[in-house]
């Protein structure tokens, strides 16, 4: 069993800066890969940005050049930093981890989701 928790939501104004933390615990053998979907309203769920064990990250177009992830393998932890940002950046945020369990097997676990709220 695993865990995902996030910290980190609140309210900022346009082209301030916030970062979303995540921290994953349980029975955890490897995670393979750690990252960030949101869903804002009346909108599906999707890809913000994503990384692998050796740092490499994906990110939506959306968010390029405004959003970093980065991640502490020893803590199990990832992070989002966000700047730059735009009301259509607000959203409940989840935190995603594929993860191969102490038990023969895996899976896919999400966090609580934070609310992201961009506002004047």
């Known amino acids: 069993q695993v865990h995902l928790v996030e910290s980190g939501g609140g309210l900022v104004q346009p082209g301030g800066s916030l970062r979303l933390s995540c921290a994953a615990s349980?029975?955890?053998?490897?995670?393979?890969?750690m990252g960030w979907y949101r869903q804002g309203p009346g909108k599906q769920r999707e890809l913000v940005a994503i990384?692998?064990?050796?740092?490499?990250?994906n990110y939506a177009d959306s968010v390029k050049g405004r959003f970093t992830i980065s991640r502490d393998n020893a803590k199990n932890t990832v992070y989002l930093q966000m700047d730059s940002l735009k009301p259509e950046d607000t959203a409940v945020y989840y935190c995603?981890?594929?993860?191969?369990?102490?038990?023969?097997?895996?899976?896919?676990?999400w966090g609580q989701g934070a609310q992201i709220t961009v506002s004047s």
């Open positions: 349980g029975s955890i053998f490897s995670i393979m890969s």
């Open positions: 990384t692998a064990r050796d740092g490499t990250a």
């Open positions: 995603y981890a594929r993860v191969l369990t102490i038990v023969a097997g895996g899976g896919d676990y």
